[in-house]
């Protein structure tokens, strides 16, 4: 198993290694994107592959459902560049929601009655084909992060699209407390933790580590929070997580700069807990 989290963006392929090694991180956002000249890429993936830093994951933040035509074509080649880079650097996957049918000014998610339905479903199993068949990876795994109001939603709707997009190249991104959208699923965490790891176990590419937390406040009101200081199952998650591949990445996500290091720390000291290994480099 590996930690990692975001970094500061570097020119410099040498600096960003030394930054990584000097956090205790031996996983790694992509560091460029599409934009960036082939050479400038290849330089980073030829650091890491070197440093022993697994680059964990291409986002390819976008709404390939969009209702508007031309915002579903744009965000359909999106998807297909970030996959692209994703297999030449050598990222375990390239991640992204499935999309919704609604539309945000800002925003790719917007909940929407039709998210949850046959249609919308058959829909993703086409887009998802269609950006893998585009590209041919052979290294990086195109992946949906799991959503409350979008497919998927759990473990088994995962496992629907596996079997219906029926690509070698689909994986799974599980983010968990995208998961918790009960108060059933939020005190039994521990139990769709176990569920799906039984379940996708094989298929998961890259995790995202966040904790959860349910307000007092009406109506439900569940947040995210700094790990260690909700409710997730943190024992459980990183015994699950310590049986895949020893390669799969543990990445920090969306938290205040200075809450990085003591999320890190305090994942670091369950692992030395229930005796599960992270690797450093």
Not at 205 to 211: A, I, L, R, V
Request: proline share 7%; charged share 25%.
């Amino acid at each position: 198993m590996r930690l990692g989290a975001p970094v500061p963006t570097l020119q410099d392929p040498a600096d960003w290694i030394a930054t990584l090694r000097g956090l205790g991180y031996s996983a790694a956002y992509c560091p460029v994107t599409e934009k960036e000249p082939e050479d400038f890429a290849k330089a980073f993936a030829k650091a890491a592959r070197e440093a022993d830093i697994v680059i964990a994951e291409v986002g390819a933040w976008s709404n390939p459902l969009s209702p508007t035509e031309a915002r579903r074509r744009e965000a359909l080649a999106l998807c297909q560049k970030r996959l692209a880079l994703a297999d030449a650097v050598g990222a375990r996957c390239c991640v992204n929601i499935s999309g919704s049918r609604g539309e945000e000014p800002n925003g790719n998610r917007a909940p929407h009655p039709d998210n949850l339905t046959r249609n919308t479903f058959d829909l993703i199993v086409e887009t998802v084909r269609a950006i893998i068949d585009a590209v041919k990876p052979v290294r990086a795994f195109y992946t949906l992060e799991v959503h409350p109001w979008l497919y998927p939603n759990s473990a088994d709707s995962y496992l629907d699209l596996i079997g219906a997009i029926d690509r070698p190249q689909f994986g799974v991104h599980l983010d968990p407390v995208n998961l918790f959208s009960s108060p059933e699923r939020y005190y039994s965490n521990s139990v769709v933790l176990r569920e799906c790891f039984a379940k996708l176990g094989p298929y998961i590419k890259s995790c995202h580590g966040k904790d959860t937390i349910l307000r007092n406040q009406l109506t439900i009101d569940i947040d995210e929070i700094r790990p260690g200081l909700g409710a997730l199952d943190y024992r459980t998650f990183l015994r699950e997580l310590s049986m895949l591949d020893p390669d799969t990445p543990l990445m920090l996500e969306h938290l205040l700069d200075d809450e990085y290091a003591p999320a890190a720390d305090y994942i670091r000291s369950v692992a030395r807990e229930v005796g599960v290994s992270i690797k450093t480099v």
